[in-house]
């Protein structure tokens, strides 16, 4: 199905001129004007065209089936049926879509299943975004706009690179360079993949330029959803703490904490108070840095009816594994398991009541049995559970148990939701990133308690932040735990504070514990009524789970090699 669908290498660079470009000519060969698209003369003599241009490479191209519904791709998997979350160790998509064969490790060039688009479409941007910037340079404009519609670009562009380095490795790096079809194409430079920390040392090089060039609010209205200084610093802090991690091994930790303190340093973000769950539902908080923003105008996908339980009319989608309900702490912020498994019994971890009394960021992620959702609790019980595979609808039951209840606003309707809802934003960057960065990149750089020269704070104390907010109200991280203690506390605080965010999948890369985290069965539960008695029993929800080292990177897809005459390396092992 790629091969059909996928730009070759050479092609996705080219596509917005050239696509352009073609029509033009049609105008020349044949004297036609096409009436379906703008050429290239306008958009290089109009600000306004310009501008619109410049503000669609937010988006991205559909490159494969099930990627969003009604707008096109934004920065990531939000929003789209199958979450990034289940390619990991969060959840599974109950209905495949081309997930199972990462979970399972038969992930291959020839088949990339749903991560098979990153490298197509982000050098498609990027070309987009270089010619944007050439046109720009050229144009009559105020200095000023000029000057923030660069700052843009240059996010844009980026992110992209972020993207492709953190799902790749080495990258092809191609400057301000808009490439055509005249132009040799067989020039190695254009396959040469450049070393990550060259790779990363130009995308935070373009960040603190884009961040000088950025304003720091947007304000409301259709600004609202365009970078900011923030942005930029946000998405600085991100690839600079990647970079300082062990399977990049190209930065250091201190340059990533002080990355973070640029951020911190702004005093325009806090932690939102207004409880977990309604943060993700909520337009206008002092959390969010950067989201993606709907109106009923820009559907995406539904996200009520997509992943809701098959009780309430719901498709079941993203479900969360037992494997992250595991992880998550008891209220007094004891884990409830032993690390081989037992039942930590001081914890006070209940086995007949599994659910009782643990990090209110579960009740506001995962529906699970007996919980209240909407105008009842939900059944995942057999027999007769309304929300097992005894209940209506049953081919969309959850194989693991659970359903996901992060992101979900409960005043949309999950039964014909169409045009009533899916207006919720995609958080791309918020504050809680932000703190936990500095917690990790601080207390690697210089211990837990240490107050680094220019900050307010240590790592103990940022991470400390977030467990505690009104809402969330978890025990603070006392003063005294070592660095490798303290390495498993913001590692915990990432995988909850975080869950279903995308974040999972490349911390358990970057951390290089993915040969462990991804080998462990995708587990669920199986609960059984008899009587008022409820029966807890662990069970393998997807089977042939399996991790090896070779998928610390993605593979280029096979079409990218041969498009370059197989001048383009391939990742080791594929």
Not at 57 to 86: C, I, V
Not at 535 to 543: C, F, V
Request: hydrophobic share 35%; with cysteine.
């Amino acid at each position: 199905m790629e091969g059909n669908k996928m730009l070759s290498f050479k092609h996705y660079m080219l596509y917005a001129a050239s696509a352009i470009a073609f029509f033009a000519a049609c105008k020349n060969d044949l004297t036609v004007t096409p009436t379906d698209r703008i050429s290239t003369s306008s958009i290089e003599s109009d600000t306004v065209l310009l501008e619109a241009y410049i503000t669609n490479r937010y988006l991205g191209a559909r490159l494969q089936d099930k990627e969003g519904e009604g707008t096109d791709p934004g920065f990531g998997r939000g929003f789209e049926y199958g979450l990034w979350s289940s390619l990991t160790d969060e959840s599974m998509y109950t209905n495949d879509d081309n997930t199972w064969l990462i979970q399972r490790g038969q992930l291959s060039p020839e088949n990339t299943g749903i991560a098979g688009t990153f490298w197509a479409r982000s050098y498609r941007s990027i070309r987009e975004c270089n010619y944007a910037l050439k046109t720009l340079s050229a144009i009559e404009m105020s200095e000023a706009h000029k000057t923030r519609l660069q700052g843009e670009l240059q996010f844009i562009r980026a992110f992209r690179y972020h993207d492709l380095i953190r799902n790749y490795g080495r990258v092809v790096l191609l400057s301000d360079t808009v490439y055509n079809l005249s132009d040799n194409l067989q020039d190695p430079a254009l396959f040469d993949r450049k070393s990550i920390a060259e790779g990363v040392q130009y995308v935070a090089d373009q960040l603190t330029e884009a961040a000088e060039k950025l304003p720091l609010d947007n304000g409301a209205g259709w600004l609202q959803g365009r970078a900011t200084k923030g942005a930029a610093l946000a998405l600085k802090s991100r690839i600079l703490l990647y970079a300082a991690s062990p399977l990049y091994n190209a930065g250091t930790w201190d340059a990533a904490a002080q990355a973070a303190l640029e951020v911190i340093a702004l005093n325009k973000y806090s932690l939102y108070t207004g409880g977990y769950a309604k943060l993700f539902i909520t337009n206008d908080n002092s959390e969010t840095i950067f989201a993606r923003y709907y109106t009923k105008n820009a559907n995406h996908v539904h996200l009520e009816i997509a992943n809701g339980p098959n009780g309430y009319g719901g498709w079941g989608g993203n479900t969360p594994l037992q494997n992250l309900v595991d992880a998550y702490q008891m209220t007094n912020g004891l884990a409830p398991f032993n690390e081989d498994g037992t039942v930590n019994t001081a914890s006070g971890y209940d086995p007949a009541n599994p659910y009782k009394n643990r990090d209110p960021r579960f009740t506001a992620s995962i529906l699970y049995n007996g919980t209240t959702y909407r105008d009842r609790t939900i059944e995942t019980f057999t027999p007769g559970g309304k929300d097992s595979k005894d209940g209506t609808d049953n081919w969309n039951t959850s194989k693991t148990g659970y359903y996901l209840r992060k992101f979900i606003n409960d005043d949309y309707p999950i039964v014909n939701p169409w045009g009533n809802a899916g207006f919720q934003p995609w958080n791309y960057f918020r504050y809680a990133e932000i703190l936990l960065n500095f917690a990790e990149a601080a207390n690697e750089a210089y211990g837990p308690d240490v107050v680094p020269a220019g900050a307010s704070m240590s790592a103990r104390q940022a991470l400390n932040l977030v467990r505690s907010r009104p809402g969330v109200d978890m025990p603070a991280i006392a003063a005294g735990r070592s660095q490798t203690q303290f390495r498993d506390d913001v590692r915990y605080e990432r995988r909850v504070e975080l869950a279903f965010e995308e974040h999972r999948f490349y911390d358990v890369r970057r951390w290089k514990i993915a040969e462990t985290t991804e080998n462990i069965p995708a587990y669920g539960i199986e609960i059984t009524k008899n009587g008022s008695t409820l029966t807890y029993t662990r069970k393998e929800a997807l089977s042939g789970r399996l991790f090896q080292t070779k998928h610390y990177w993605l593979p280029i897809p096979r079409t990218e090699i041969q498009a370059s005459n197989n001048q383009l390396e391939q990742n080791p092992g594929y």
